[in-house]
């Protein structure tokens, strides 16, 4: 790689490829270390746009560490309007890429259960985790099962909630877990404390592990002594980076598994239909259209801006928006032979539920971040509630906090099509 080997090496009538994206071929390494075999791909730092609901209505595109576009025959000097760099590239400085864990770590030759742990380890680091949207699972003594998870916010003090060793018990095997949950995607975590080892010098024995404090001196003293014993190397990927505040590395956390998609019950969710009426400034009046639908969903009419002069008398009889009834705002656009179709997002608040098999909780609020509903939520957002974040990237035209947001519900296509 450092003589800028090319990722594909012919050998004979045979190609072998590291990496080929436009062939849906991703980047991977395997490593091996302490008897573990972990594999991993590598996500190049990107920007996107959803375009619909689906995973394929997400558009893609590569980019600098600028954020500009590394495509630029296809997409011009600076990213596209409504494209957004992934902020998992953007975590305290900016990543051409990061590196994902594939698969679960497996074992090598060695055995787990033979491991001598001790339970004297640094607490795990929880800077950077939104307290909103991540939770700490316990599990029961024998670790088979998730015994119950408690989001970070409402958790004061990490040492006092881990004092029944439910979170994390490393002479029990169990180790700190946690589960964050972002853009409809759950991802578990598990924290590995800065530690050190020995290699055994019989291989059928058990590699002999310490965990240390940042000074490398072992945690567990009166064990061990006050310094690191002969032959043990402090493992490296403590050693690769530093903490936001330039500290050495008390821990790191690994993914699990992969990023799955939460449960969507979102037919469940029940909505009011007090909101901020949908803002159409901008649109061209001659070349939009409102689109009204029956009760049962099927399109009823489609209106040209141009020709209406009252929303709320045009929404009257709750066909165009209806969030009670699931009716959300849609317009059509129709400019240079293509026609494209927009759903009205308009400004809330959601709440994650505790149970992942219950519904998320959705308030729809003012510029101000107030429910428009004060009879039944109050004048304040209630505890526990986040403003969608995708409201807090923009202003109007005027200056002012947005009140919703149109997005894309289609592909664009050609008139007549």
Do not use: C
């Not at 409402?154 to 877990?177: M, P, Q, R």
């Not at 649109?283 to 099927?298: A, C, P, Q, R, V």
């Not at 165009?320 to 179709?341: C, D, F, H, M, P």
């Amino acid at each position: 790689m450092n003589q800028q080997v090319l990722n594909a090496i012919q050998d004979g009538d045979t190609t072998y490829t590291w990496y080929d994206y436009s062939n849906k071929i991703w980047a991977n390494i395997k490593t091996t270390a302490n008897d573990y075999e972990a594999w991993w791909v590598w996500i190049p730092r990107y920007a996107y746009k959803i375009e619909g609901t689906s995973a394929s209505e997400i558009d893609i595109i590569y980019v600098d560490l600028d954020g500009n576009p590394l495509d630029k025959e296809k997409y011009g000097e600076t990213l596209p309007e409504g494209y957004i760099v992934h902020p998992a590239f953007n975590q305290g400085k900016a990543l051409k890429g990061i590196w994902v864990s594939k698969y679960k770590p497996s074992y090598g030759k060695y055995k787990e259960d033979d491991l001598e742990m001790t339970n004297q380890v640094s607490i795990p680091d929880m800077d950077g985790f939104d307290s909103q949207n991540t939770y700490l699972i316990k599990y029961s003594e024998d670790g088979s099962t998730v015994e119950s998870e408690t989001k970070l916010a409402d958790v004061t003090d990490l040492s006092n909630f881990n004092s029944d060793g439910k979170w994390y018990n490393y002479e029990n095997k169990i180790w700190a877990n946690v589960k964050t949950v972002a853009n409809n995607l759950e991802s578990w975590w598990v924290w590995i404390p800065r530690y050190a080892y020995r290699l055994p010098d019989n291989p059928n024995d058990d590699t002999e592990i310490i965990f240390i404090d940042t000074n490398n001196r072992p945690l567990d003293t009166e064990k061990y002594g006050q310094s690191l014993p002969e032959d043990f190397i402090v493992h490296p990927a403590f050693t690769q980076d530093t903490t936001q505040d330039g500290e050495p590395l008390t821990g790191i956390w690994v993914s699990k598994y992969k990023p799955s998609h939460v449960n969507d019950t979102s037919d469940d969710l029940e909505l009011t239909n007090v909101i901020l009426e949908p803002d159409l400034s901008g649109f061209d009046e001659e070349n939009t259209y409102l689109i009204k639908y029956s009760e049962n969903g099927t399109q009823e009419s489609e209106t040209k801006l141009a020709d209406v002069t009252d929303l709320s008398s045009f929404n009257s009889d709750g066909k165009w928006y209806n969030y009670q009834n699931k009716i959300w705002a849609n317009v059509k656009t129709v400019a240079n032979g293509l026609e494209s179709w927009w759903v009205w997002i308009p400004r809330y608040a959601y709440k994650l539920p505790s149970n992942p098999n219950d519904d998320t909780e959705i308030i729809f609020v003012d510029t101000n971040n107030r429910p428009l509903e004060p009879q039944k939520y109050g004048s304040t957002l209630p505890l526990g509630f986040t403003v969608h974040p995708a409201f807090n990237q923009d202003t109007d035209s005027g200056g002012s906090p947005l009140s919703g947001i149109w997005v894309s519900k289609y592909k664009p296509s050609k008139v007549g099509n």
